[in-house]
């Protein structure tokens, strides 16, 4: 008689990532490189935590994004998970406000929470890779540049060579509208405009007759995005174009400043381009604003997005923080570059060296070996099964590199045999020799 | 007139740790150390959902830990944070059986929740850093000692030189529980035992009364936890003593085959001991279990627990998979030391060199170096603001090591003036040389 309860099905949750260890060893391998980035552009790592009081994350939520905090009580508390990492941010610099130094350039790597309906690509629990320069009610143009050098340092160290920053500057658009007189419908046309490669410019037009333009109004609004041209024919463009308003011109200024800067530091020319339609829909930033797209991929959408803001705190501190920042939205990346065969999972282990003790008396041996070896930081595991046919299985399967093994032979001869999984080639070697080869080739 | 809404309270939940940035870097080094030890020993990140569904938590949660779950309902979906990391643990070997190659050497690092009564020392959220080793039916008893050794490494680096990790096989009590006729008593018994430091024996004797032991019965209690020596003669001590019964002589012997591969493994003498006394309360635990405290802060209890188990996930499959696991409560005892002042916080920067250009003519010179130095892997940041001192002021606050001046002078003579700003030298230098000097230095 089998007494015991019906067993609890294990799948995780619909819309949360759970990965097998190759697959996870790869995706902390992007983890780490924008981590290692961010750290050596000067940012400094902080946690916050993933709960908050509710009216906390709800005082900056609106529309679609409140509906998807997951939010409960508990006891008298109402509680939320974060829904990103700004918030959060947002919150930390009010109450920490004068233990920090400012400019404050944070980074910040954790899960955020949407509980939106589960579809293709929509993951509700997912990793955001952030920075921010926070300035103390100024900050220089210099960080909006630098923010672009770090987008395309991480791209070229994560392998894509083919990529584009694209760069606008919002103060452009706003200008544009109060010279149209169409300010208080800015949003919605932004909106609109941000969909334009998505739906076509005939769509955009029939969109924006909707909201009661006129005809000539839609006609400059295209002009203005139809500019065509390289970076320099672009810019060149938008200082001939016959626009008086000083917020215009303003956004022209600055957005020349910030391609020059970075050129400056180096950021090759076919890896970031002016973009006049990009708008980034909401109404939080101010001036530069960025998204980056694979160009091979252009269908996963953004794959790094930001922008500069005027104030990142209102709603928490009088204190008037600009800042500038961007955010990667790693799980989503990950997931639809392992479904395009784009990322492909290697081993299985970061195990350089399995030591294989051929027999029980071996095993002293073989253990102190580790131990040297680890020392060394070499990744060591030991497996002693009595038979070795085994545990040579164990290694070829996890993908170890090295499998060493010690027999009598081995000890009278005070040698290891050394047996090469990939190339399937063996040596006799010292342990000198074996830890000089490691530290050489991998 | 202010018409803005008042603003949110920022402080964080209370039991919710946040750190400031010097804290921040040095809670994410020791984190760095434990991960980078996990994986030298041959262990694989895995990384589970922070939510599942309740039923998958409550298989396994009892008593205490049920009532601090933060448990809730989205939809029709019955959800809870997770409070441990085991749980997901055994959901992800059950789901992943066929996928995996045993034995399963992962760890995994990550937050934690519990909503218990704040009080001093406690979190609501907070980090563990675990390891296990999950076997296919079998596992061989050297992990049990190889997992000794990974404290060993640990702690060693992260500069404690005076802890005992202390060590026991629970078999030994099962067994003497057996021979005594307690069987039925044994988990009040070994809750008891567990609180015999803190209580004293008296007390335990005492406590003992009221659960109806005799007085031999306790007397061979007694007897048995007094034994008294170092290591060896607590074994010889286990070997002599006249109970036999075939589970306590199983568990002698596991006993002392895990001590003598700690030995071979190197692991120091005096940082590891039998204690007849360890019991870790609940049932859990079927063989070697383990406690790490630190010799000169006991009151901080144990800071790295763990041991081995029969059965990992009995709930969710019917492969019997045992284990054997340890567990790190980073957050507390990071607390803990901050506030014993055993760890000091250093500079609230990850950067090495501030660059300064002193004229706006220098900022492109300036920019083209910090590109170069990042491409170094030398951590850079530049800061330009017309006034050298108030550059120099930022530097010295975060505790830059490094200010790098570049001016007309410098242009000239094309060198660059480094201030050392620890000891207040300063030097001429070329770009060349002042990167070799940090990579040789710093």
């Known amino acids: ?65 409140e509906k998807q905090i997951y939010r409960f009580s508990r006891g008298k508390k109402d509680l939320s998970m974060r829904f990103d990492l700004t918030v959060p941010l947002a919150r930390y610099v009010a109450n920490n406000y004068y233990d920090l130094t400012f400019p404050f350039k944070r980074y910040a790597i954790g899960k955020v929470y949407r509980g939106e309906r589960s579809q293709a690509g929509r993951f509700r629990e997912f990793y955001q890779c952030d920075i ?83 005809g000539r109004q839609i006609e400059t609004l295209f002009n203005f995005i139809n500019l065509k041209g390289d970076n320099d024919e672009l810019l060149l463009g938008l200082e001939k174009i016959k626009i008086d308003n000083q917020v215009f011109r303003q956004g022209v200024k600055e957005l020349k400043e910030v391609i020059k800067i970075i050129r400056q530091l180096g950021v090759a020319e076919n890896n970031f381009k002016v973009d006049l339609t ?21 269908e ?41 065969n784009v990322l492909k999972p290697g081993p299985s282990t970061l195990t350089q060296v399995l030591i294989i003790p051929l027999t029980e008396e071996n095993l002293d041996s073989g253990l102190k070996l580790a131990s040297k070896l680890r020392k060394n930081k070499i990744a060591t595991e030991l497996l002693f099964d009595n038979n070795s046919k085994k545990s040579l299985k164990y290694a070829n399967k996890l993908g170890v590199k090295y499998a060493v093994f010690i027999g009598e032979t081995e000890k009278k001869g005070d040698f290891l045999t050394v047996k090469n999984l990939l190339t399937k080639t063996q040596n006799q070697l010292s342990e000198e020799e074996l830890i000089e080869r490691i530290k050489q080739h991998d």
Chains 1, 2 share one sequence.
């Open 1 to 65: 008689m089998n007494d015991k309860k019906p067993l609890v099905s294990t799948k995780p949750l619909s819309g949360f990532m759970e990965l097998l260890p190759a697959e996870q060893i790869l995706f902390n391998q992007m983890l780490d490189t924008i981590r290692q980035t961010y750290e050596v552009f000067g940012f400094v790592p902080i946690d916050n935590p993933i709960l908050e009081r509710s009216e906390v994350l709800l005082a900056k939520a609106g529309g679609e994004t």
């Open 278 to 298: 990009i708008a980034r829909g909401l109404d939080y930033y101010t001036g530069t604003v960025y998204e980056t797209k694979l160009d091979q991929y252009p």
């Open 132 to 214: 921010d320069v926070i300035g103390n009610s100024q900050l220089a143009l210099n960080y909006d540049a630098e923010l672009v050098s770090v987008i395309d340092t991480i791209f070229n160290k994560l392998g894509f060579k083919q990529f584009t920053i694209r760069i606008n500057n919002r103060k452009i658009f706003n200008g544009l509208f109060m010279e149209l007189g169409l300010v208080e419908k800015s949003n919605k046309i932004m909106q609109t405009i941000d969909r334009l490669e998505k739906i076509g410019p005939d769509k955009v037009k029939k969109e924006l007759e909707n909201y009661d333009l006129t």
């Open 300 to 340: 996963i959408g953004s794959v790094c997005s930001g922008g500069r803001y005027d104030d990142l705190a209102s709603h928490y501190t009088k204190q008037q923080l600009p800042g500038v920042g961007i955010s990667i939205g790693l799980t989503r990346l990950f997931d639809q570059l392992i479904k395009k």
